[in-house]
């Protein structure tokens, strides 16, 4: 018998509905006939499909063969094993909890516009910045906050020069499907790509090249992930930041997340909420997602242990490599090895392994391997 082909009715049933998606989009950049739309309203993140053909599970172009979006979903099925062997020749080990890598720095950028602009030291900012300059991608798919950044809707967008990697810096804390970007960076004529996303973004390069989803996939040359527990959903805003602290959309400048979620506002005063009470906004695809250390980057950073200003790198393939050595090389970033914070690595292993454990016992098994 010829194999079954797998297309969106496999995806909507196996990972859209099942509470695995986890809104990265990854499928509807990758859909070649335009038929996959994406919501991110009302606490709602993932994709649907836009034709009037039968139910939200049909797809016309599905059942007669294309297989790009479940070829492109970074939960489907056996993702995790495909995307080890693709990226590193083996899969991770049982103890390897935050995945396979080459080095652990701790690094920040050394222009001191891009120190403060960005998080933690600028240190991704840094990454964009040099990449465009030194002519090694053409565009990047970034966040940046919706209008004038007072409503704090994140969006994602696309950065081609210094000024637009500023104005996207910094962390939201909500989530923001940056691939959905992917298709304005194209129509701007770029054809090398970085990927700036959280950790369920930042695997779907990695499964659209290992399943040979196509141009997108040739496309997408760089890969940041940013480490990530989880995102909220939009309520928070209103239905716990204002109405329980008075602070409102409009008034907050910049906020992180050291054990606690820090905020800062406009007219310089500084604020702090416990995280267990941002724990009932989290974000619906969050609940499930196995990769707190952004597992299949080529570089992942996090802002996690005793510094503030210097970001936790994880650099885990030999692009990323290259990447970091010709900034070191070029005088962009300062390093320090990354046991120099011995706690921040310990504290990486420790939310990597509670984020596996997030894995239904109902999907495949692998991510639940944590030693």
Known sequence: MPPVKLHWRHLYDEVVTSGLCTGCAGCVIACPHDVLGYTDRDGVYRPFQTEDHGGPGDCSHGERGCTSCTRACPRFRDWEPEIDEFLF???????????????????????????????????????????????????????????????????????RTREEVIAAAGSRYTYSANTLAYAEAVAGGAE?????????????????KQRKAGKVARRLSLNIGLLCSKTF??????????????????DIKKMNIKGRL?????????????????HAFTRQGCLHCPDFAAEHADIS???????????????????????????????????????????????????????RSRWPETAVAAPRLVG
């Open 301 to 355: 950073t996090g802002g996690i242990g005793k510094y503030n200003d210097w970001t936790l790198t994880v650099v885990r393939t030999d692009t990323g490599r290259q990447v970091m050595a010709r900034m070191v090389r070029d005088g962009w970033v300062d390093t320090r090895p990354g046991d120099d914070d011995p706690d921040a690595i310990a504290l990486m292993h420790r939310l990597a392994a509670k984020s």
């Open 89 to 159: 020749g083996r899969t991770r080990r049982a103890d390897e909890v935050s995945g396979i890598y080459k080095d652990i720095l701790l690094a920040r950028a050394t222009d001191p516009v891009l120190a403060e602009v960005g998080q933690d030291g600028g240190l991704v900012s840094a990454i964009l910045c040099y990449c465009l300059e030194h002519d090694l991608i053409d565009a990047a798919l970034v966040s940046y906050l919706e209008g004038d950044g007072r409503t704090w809707k994140a969006v994602p967008g696309v950065a």
């Open 192 to 208: 090398r790509i970085a990927l700036v996303g959280m950790s369920c973004q930042s695997s779907v390069p990695a499964v659209m």
């Open 262 to 278: 820090q905020i800062w506002t406009h007219d310089g005063a500084y604020h702090e909420v416990p995280l267990k009470e941002c």
């Open 233 to 250: 959903d939009d309520a928070i805003f209103e239905e716990l930041l204002e109405a329980k602290y008075g602070l409102a959309r409009a």
